[in-house]
């Protein structure tokens, strides 16, 4: 069965720092992985994806992450954290059984202090 | 502007009642989504329908129902059954049913229940 931990339910990071968003996942089928991102009372919006090839993604407002199959991880990152990116972030793995379900992590909520 | 919408953006109801959330998408998808959102415990998947007339139980269907007559629109109804409704809706739309498509979410309608 899929299933995806997000190490950290609250990150705190000053302007300018790294970001660094830990994502684990297993999988039993090649994995698609999903980052999104939920401003408060909002739905959530792609970040990145990745599916095949490149196992370095690059999605919007500057954000990355690093498909790592040795280590079941997809980690995101940013190299500095804007005021802007405070928001709850997900992580999620399709699911098995011939449709597109995702199963999604519990979230990680970003603050980002000046 | 092509996009998922989500009415009403806040909804409360009194116990015994059931209520019906709407959701509507202009983007020419064939699947969507149900999701329930509760602090802490990520997103779990309702109910999903990969095409017209054609819906599945997700991992927490029991006091929810759906209608899919529609392309575009994928009404949830929570039920007097569901034991603890208070939480925040999600829908969502693929492209398609399968594989890597991405999910695009809508506002979300939170419920609360008085």
């Known amino acids: 069965a899929q299933s995806v931990t997000q190490l950290g339910s609250h990150v705190s990071v000053s302007e300018g720092a790294l970001v660094l968003l830990r994502c684990n996942y297993s999988?039993?089928?090649?994995?698609?992985l999903f980052w999104y991102v939920q401003y408060p009372n909002q739905g959530l919006q792609l970040l990145l994806k990745?599916?095949?090839?490149?196992?370095l993604v690059k999605g919007i407002n500057g954000f990355e992450a690093e498909f790592k199959k040795s280590e079941t991880s997809f980690h995101l990152t940013k190299p500095s954290a804007h005021m802007s990116d405070a928001a709850e972030y997900f992580c999620?793995?399709?699911?098995?059984?011939?449709?597109?379900?995702?199963?999604f992590g519990a979230g990680t909520r970003l603050a980002v202090h000046p | 502007d092509g996009g998922i919408t989500q009415s009403p953006k806040y909804l409360f109801r009194k116990e015994g009642q059931n209520v019906t959330l709407s959701c509507e998408q202009n983007?020419?998808?064939?699947?969507m989504y149900w999701y329930r959102q509760d602090p802490g415990q990520g997103l779990r998947l309702i109910y999903y329908?990969?095409?017209?007339?054609?819906?599945q139980k997700g991992d927490i269907a029991e006091g929810y129902s759906v209608s899919r007559e529609k392309k575009e629109s994928f009404p949830l109804t929570v039920t007097s059954a569901q034991k603890n409704p208070t939480a925040f809706y999600l829908c969502?739309?693929?492209?398609?049913?399968?594989?890597?498509?991405?999910?695009?979410f809508g506002p979300g309608t939170r419920l609360t229940v008085l």
């Open positions: 999988s039993s089928v090649p994995p698609y």
């Open positions: 969502a739309s693929s492209i398609g049913g399968q594989g890597s498509n991405e999910q695009f």
């Open positions: 990745y599916t095949t090839g490149a196992t």
């Open positions: 999620a793995v399709r699911g098995s059984g011939g449709y597109n379900k995702l199963i």
């Open positions: 329908s990969q095409i017209v007339n054609d819906f």
């Open positions: 983007l020419n998808h064939d699947a």
